[in-house]
């Protein structure tokens, strides 16, 4: 049992190129979770999704893309990748009113 | 007003102090509440759920209040082992939305 993977762990990325950040879960959860975090800040909801074919935007959406066509998978697109996107990105998946489980991160570099 | 607020810290603490963090949400309707534990560079960790009735596990007791609408968590007997990053988590509004909202966290750091 896996748990939430996902990939890659590292990034760099130069100004206006894109790319996306894979998540994927093993547990069967409905919810799933982008957020990021910025040195020293707390975590950013980016986007998030109630099930397949469901998704709706947090609070920091603007620069990034969501699909949810599986269960399993909830992959992050970025377009003309910016400085102001440099963080650590997090998955997170859980079900029912129970708590979510992370990822271990992607570290993005932006330059 | 933010969402879910807390109070960044950072606590210093002994060895064997007891410290309390609190934490307030805006929402009324909100649902489910968690603490989780993050720890320098990695992924956050569930330490406990917050119940209405209170709930303890081992050191640590968690608080609801849904009056005023602050959440607790109370470490006994601190360890070293404690220093780490608290996040308040809130799952928002009512029925099936799912929103899960963080606070910014706040910064323990025990010492012998």
């Known amino acids: 049992n896996a748990g939430v993977t996902q990939t890659p762990k590292f990034r760099i990325l130069k100004i206006g190129q894109s790319m996306t950040l894979q998540c994927a879960q093993d547990?069967?959860?409905?919810?799933m979770y982008w957020y990021r975090q910025d040195p020293g800040m707390g975590l950013k909801l980016i986007y998030y999704?109630?099930?397949?074919?469901?998704?709706d935007k947090g609070e920091v959406p603007n620069g990034y893309n969501v699909s949810r066509s599986t269960t399993e998978d909830f992959p992050l697109r970025l377009e003309l990748a910016a400085p102001s996107q440099t963080s650590v990105y997090f998955c997170a998946s859980r079900m029912g009113t129970g708590g979510a489980t992370f990822g271990s991160g992607t570290r993005l570099t932006v330059v | 007003r933010k969402e879910v607020e807390q109070d960044p810290g950072p606590f210093n603490v002994p060895e064997g102090a007891t410290v309390a963090f609190n934490c307030t949400y805006s929402?009324?309707?909100?649902?489910?509440f968690f603490w989780y534990r993050q720890d320098c560079r990695k992924e956050p960790k569930l330490l406990m759920s917050?119940?209405?009735s209170g709930n303890e596990d081992g050191r640590f007791t968690a608080q609801l209040n849904r009056a005023s609408q602050y959440i607790s968590l109370l470490i006994r007997d601190s360890k070293l082992s404690d220093s780490a990053t608290y996040l308040c988590v809130v799952i928002y509004g009512s029925g099936n939305t799912g929103k899960l909202i963080f606070g910014q966290g706040t910064t323990l750091q025990v010492k012998p």
């Open positions: 999704s109630v099930g397949a074919g469901i998704t």
């Open positions: 917050v119940y209405s």
């Open positions: 547990m069967n959860h409905n919810y």
């Open positions: 929402n009324s309707a909100s649902q489910s």
